[in-house]
Nanobody, 126 residues
Framework: QVHVVESGGGSVQAGGSLTLSCSVS????????MAWFRQAPGKEREGVAS????????FYVDSVKGRFTISGDSAKNTVYLQMNSLKPEDTGMYYC???????????????????WGQGTQVTVSS
């Protein structure tokens, strides 16, 4: 059994910052393939950032490059998403997901991931 729990969402003004945390437990490790996704009302779930092997491999969707940073702490079995220079279009429910066992494919394809958290809301006001 794998458990994924997100925290750290909230409301900020445009230009502000937030850090999301994703705690992984059970038959999983933060060194596994992990990713953050987001979903705005009426829109499809979108991959934001992915990490593997504790950070040796990271990948970002173009819209967040240079603003968001994904990282992992294997000692705490936690993955983080540091979000800077937030924009109103970053608003949405943010989900953390794990792909166990790791499968090949586009790393921000949600179908690659089989364990999901309950989500944490991020709201950015203009």
């Amino acid at each position: 059994q794998v458990h994924v729990v997100e925290s750290g969402g909230g409301s900020v003004q445009a230009g502000g910052s937030l850090t999301l945390s994703c705690s992984v437990s059970g038959y999983a490790s933060s060194r596994d393939r992990m990713a953050w996704f987001r979903q705005a009302p009426g829109k499809e779930r979108e991959g934001v950032a992915s990490i593997y092997n504790g950070g040796s491999s990271t990948f970002y969707v173009d819209s967040v490059k240079g603003r968001f940073t994904i990282s992992g702490d294997s000692a705490k079995n936690t993955v983080y998403l540091q979000m800077n220079s937030l924009k109103p279009e970053d608003t949405g429910m943010y989900y953390c997901a794990a792909a166990i066992p790791r499968r090949s494919g586009y790393v921000l394809n949600p179908t690659l991931y089989n364990y999901w958290g309950q989500g944490t809301q991020v709201t950015v006001s203009s």
